[in-house]
């Protein structure tokens, strides 16, 4: 691996240079909820929102008696105080999701301690968007960020109707839980939209299904197609999610040389009093992922699993099929502990060959902490594995470590969506 002149690490040399790899090499963040300043107010940032998150939402309900129908009635400013007031000044926020803001707040230079929010609210309230989006991604060490992009959702649809101008630090990626995870509730919006579908997926449905896609494709240019799927998903089986998958969004994906995101173990809401903080988790049977990998070869597949008791055969499917990217920690999962266990598994099983972290961020400033903490963890992890070869006798360089980070949190990403050469078609 490393160049015969170039100098090789010490022992004792390998953290920092571990540290200063992970501080200058400017990360995709693969899967977002964030969107381009062209995109307006679908873009969420600032306190209100940082504090309204369903990931907070959800710890509130733990530590406040207010019943969620009375909270859903409040207005946003009044949610985010009511939030700040159990989490953050009655108790201690120690767990991930409330740490994360004492860290934005700190990095903007905020009081961490106050007992309201005037301030913070009065920085944000100054801020011009679009600086403020460049200057967030610079603090969270992020070059690109890749957003969730719903062509069934009316706001977003009728703004890359009217055109929006392609954005390079904003990549779409055109997100299908609507269309297959629910065609019976959506099929009449395409029908609308002049496309001759039917509820059944008869006749000429799966062709126009393509044509749909095939639109949507030119539309926003995405990455990737995406979908969130159950703990119960399966494939194939008898039912119109199969078939819609099978005969119109994998040949798509072929057509357009892109991979297909599959975030699997989500139980839907099972407690809707709390809305979007109301879904939980389930094990999923990855026999699908088997399957969807094995006949479909020519078919990419970057894939999530929300169950902490499906890392392991994830990996071990990776280890059998090239055309299987694993990635993230994500939601439940992007805590700590956890992030440490699954990525030192991952390195154990693929080397570098896997995406370790996505932020999965819906609130612009999360960035901040997410990737902080991400960088942190993979500090040690990494740190671990060097120190392993160097004691059995391999001599490391600089360049090694650049090169694995970039893999990681780059390259991968990059050659799996063949971004590098939509970009260098581009120029
Ligand atoms: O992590 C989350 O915020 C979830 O609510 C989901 O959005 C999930 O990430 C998804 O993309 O479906
Ligand atoms: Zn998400």
């Known amino acids: 691996m490393n160049a015969m002149n170039e100098q090789t690490l010490l022992s004792e040399q390998i953290r ?51 019943p969620p129908e009375r909270y ?33 707040l ?7 301690g106050s007992p309201d929010l005037a301030e913070a609210r009065s920085f944000f309230r100054n801020q011009n968007l679009e600086a403020h989006i460049a200057r967030t991604l610079r603090m969270a ?25 392609p954005n390079p630090q904003f990549q779409a990626v055109l997100r299908l839980d609507r269309i297959v995870r629910d065609w019976p509730g959506h099929w009449h919006i395409l029908e609308k939209d002049g496309y001759e579908v039917s509820s059944q997926v008869s006749g000429k449905s799966v062709s126009e299904l393509r044509r749909f896609l095939s639109d949507w494709h030119k539309c926003m240019q995405p990455v990737y197609m995406a979908i969130s799927l159950p703990d119960t998903f399966q494939f194939p089986e008898k039912t119109l999610q199969s078939k819609i998958l099978r005969d119109a969004v994998l040949p798509a994906c072929r057509e357009f040389d892109l991979p297909l995101s599959l975030m699997i173990g989500v139980r839907y809401q099972v407690n809707p009093r709390i809305r979007l903080a109301g879904d939980g988790v389930g094990k999923a049977d990855l026999r699908a992922v088997e399957n969807l990998c094995r006949n479909f070869p020519d078919n990419r597949f970057l894939i999530s699993v929300l169950s902490r008791e499906n890392q392991h055969e994830l990996c071990v499917y990776a280890r059998k099929f090239s055309n299987l990217m694993p990635f993230g920690c994500w939601w439940f999962l992007n805590n700590p502990s956890i992030v440490e266990e699954i990525t030192r598994q991952r390195i154990e099983m693929l080397g570098t060959s896997f ?51 970039n893999r990681l949190f780059r390259a ?16």
């Open 141 to 165: 060490g992020v070059s690109t960020v890749v957003m969730t992009n719903d062509p069934l959702y009316p706001a977003e649809r009728e703004l890359w109707m009217k055109g929006v101008l």
């Open 72 to 104: 859903w009635k409040l207005s946003k400013t009044e949610q985010a105080d009511a939030v700040w007031q159990a989490l953050f000044v009655e108790n201690t926020p120690i767990s991930e999701a409330t740490r994360g803001i004492i860290a934005v």
């Open 106 to 112: 700190k990095a903007f230079d905020l009081p961490t």
């Open 16 to 66: 920092s240079c571990v540290e200063e790899v992970l501080a200058s090499t400017d990360l995709i963040d693969v899967h977002t909820h964030l969107f381009a300043p062209a995109f307006g107010n679908l873009g969420l940032w600032g306190i209100d929102e940082l504090l309204t998150y369903h990931y907070l939402e959800a710890e509130f309900f733990r530590s406040s008696d207010m």
């Open 355 to 405: 995406i370790p972290q996505h932020s999965d961020a819906r609130v612009l400033e999360q960035l901040i902490y997410k990737w902080q903490s991400t960088r942190g963890i993979m500090i040690g992890i990494l740190h671990d594995a060097y120190q392993r070869l160097w004691g059995n006798g391999l001599a490391l360089t600089r360049n090694d470590i650049t090169h694995d980070v």
């Open 412 to 427: 991968n990403f990059e050659r799996f969506t063949r971004l590098i050469e939509s970009a260098s078609r581009a120029t």
